[in-house]
Nanobody
Framework: QVQLVESGGGLVQPGGSLRLSCAAS????????MGWYRQAPGKQRELVAT???????NYRGSVKGRFTISRDNAKNTVSLQMNSLKAEDTAVYYC????????WGQGTQVTVSS
């Protein structure tokens, strides 16, 4: 069984920064792809960024240059550094691990507002 717990969400001013972290417990394979998704009110969940065990990253276009995903395979954690935040980034952010099946965290709220 895989459990994912996100932390680091909160309220931040536009242009500010926030760092999200996800701690995984259970049997996490080092070859798994980890990532962050988000879901804003009234919208579908969307991919934000992913990272492979080898460090290859993928970002949705709207966050490129602003967000950075990273992982620590030894600690089974994945983080998302978010800079230059915009109101449009407001959403519940979910940690994800892909190992044949998708595992999800409970989500952490990120609100960007003045």
């Amino acid at each position: 069984q895989v459990q994912l717990v996100e932390s680091g969400g909160g309220l931040v001013q536009p242009g500010g920064s926030l760092r999200l972290s996800c701690a995984a417990s259970g049997s996490i394979f080092s070859t798994s792809t980890m990532g962050w998704y988000r879901q804003a009110p009234g919208k579908q969940r969307e991919l934000v960024a992913t990272i492979t065990s080898g460090g290859s990253t993928n970002y949705r276009g709207s966050v490129k240059g602003r967000f950075t995903i990273s992982r620590d395979n030894a600690k089974n954690t994945v983080s998302l550094q978010m800079n230059s935040l915009k109101a449009e980034d407001t959403a519940v952010y979910y940690c994800n691990v892909k190992m044949g099946l998708n595992y999800w965290g409970q989500g952490t709220q990120v609100t960007v507002s003045s």
